[in-house]
């Protein structure tokens, strides 16, 4: 292999080659308009001299970054992390880069994460909104002038494209589930009721029990395990504690099994519990939790795929009524709901 102090240029390639420049740039891009010969000789010396393309170059002279963007709200969370593995085996297929951004669902560092993806010249962007009704937000996206796919949350008064789940329609089911058992003191337990989904499960479950005509009992307290014990010591202290608790995400049905078990509450026995969002121990806790299923990784490969297919337009669709792919979810029933897995 022949020695470089510095690593090897265009010009380099092309002297060894024995061709033009013009003709390295072409192999690079895809070889349109060269020779076969020619093309297997350029990329034998590309492959010898260990010849790296300069990105930034390319990127100044109107070519792909091959880079694309995710923000979401947590690379914690195994749900948005599961999303992240199935946007990155996505964008390694398309010989893309993906560059992961954390919000926290705050809307400020959501803002400065998008300007920080601007002056990296991003191909396109996959974004979780922070708050779905944001006109800040969909005004800089429209302004990035890049394909833009909403995950999980769509963007209300903005033209792009979302891929989100059932969230009303699941946990309608999941509340109906329980009133099926008998339950009549049903406690809806969560937090964050200002996003979108926290907002359309709250929706389902309302709609569950109005249609049983029974009165809703909604706690959006609950925003950590010490916040979760305090509402649920309240409740279960009441004159009429619930038989039931639909929870509506992982984080909050992992600590209300925690605080239950540390209260000496039976599951379920003394109250019945059935969460939203799957996790890893759920089906081995004793009981199982009944819960209801995310197509997760479904969620973040569709939304990739959707991006791509943007970018490979040649110019954004103007007037176009933004698409909203809605998937379905599954509710697997195990024991903490009352029900016999095996039977069921």
């Known amino acids: 292999m022949t020695s470089f102090s510095n690593p090897p240029t265009l010009s380099d390639v092309a002297r060894k080659a024995g061709v033009g420049t013009t003709t390295v740039s072409r192999v690079i891009n895809g070889g349109q308009r060269v020779s076969p010969e020619t093309l297997s000789r350029v990329q034998a010396v590309i ?9 930034a170059a390319r990127i100044l002279k109107g070519n792909r970054a091959k880079t694309i963007s995710l923000v979401i709200p947590s690379i914690a969370d195994p749900f948005f992390a599961q999303c992240a593995e199935a946007v990155q085996e996505v964008a390694r297929a398309q010989d893309s880069l993906l560059i992961v951004t954390v919000t926290n669902n705050d809307p400020r560092t959501e803002i400065e994460n998008l300007e920080t993806l601007v002056q990296h010249r991003t191909d396109g962007l996959l974004v979780v909104p922070a708050n779905h009704q944001s006109l800040t937000l969909a005004g800089l996206l429209q302004r990035m002038g890049i394909p833009v796919i909403c995950l999980d949350r769509p963007l209300e008064n903005s033209p792009f494209a979302s891929v989100v789940t059932k969230n009303f329609q699941a946990a309608r089911d999941a509340t109906k589930h329980l009133i099926d058992h008998g339950y009549k003191r049903i406690l809806c337990l969560g937090g964050e009721s200002n996003l979108y989904t926290i ?3 709250i929706r389902g479950y309302s709609r569950a029990m109005k249609d049983a005509k029974m009165v809703a ?7 950590d395990y010490k916040s979760t014990e305090q509402a649920l010591e309240a409740h279960m202290g009441g004159a009429q504690p619930p ?8 984080g909050t049905t992992i600590e209300t099994f925690e605080v239950l078990q540390k209260f000496r509450v039976s599951v379920p026995k003394q109250v019945a519990l059935l969460g939203y969002d799957d996790f890893e121990l759920a089906s081995s806790l004793r009981p199982s939790i009944t819960v209801v299923q995310q197509p997760i990784f479904d969620l973040g490969r569709i939304a990739a795929e959707m991006l791509f297919a943007a970018m490979a337009e040649p110019a954004p669709k103007t007037g176009k009524t933004a698409e909203q792919v809605k998937l379905d979810t599954r509710l697997i029933v195990r024991s903490s709901c009352g029900c016999n897995p095996r039977g069921a």
Request: hydrophobic share 35%.
């Open 243 to 250: 038989d039931a608790i639909l929870t509506l995400k992982n």
């Open 47 to 55: 492959e010898e001299l260990g010849f790296r393309p300069n990105q």
């Open 217 to 223: 009992r909604i706690d959006m307290s609950a925003k």
């Open 199 to 201: 907002h359309e499960r």
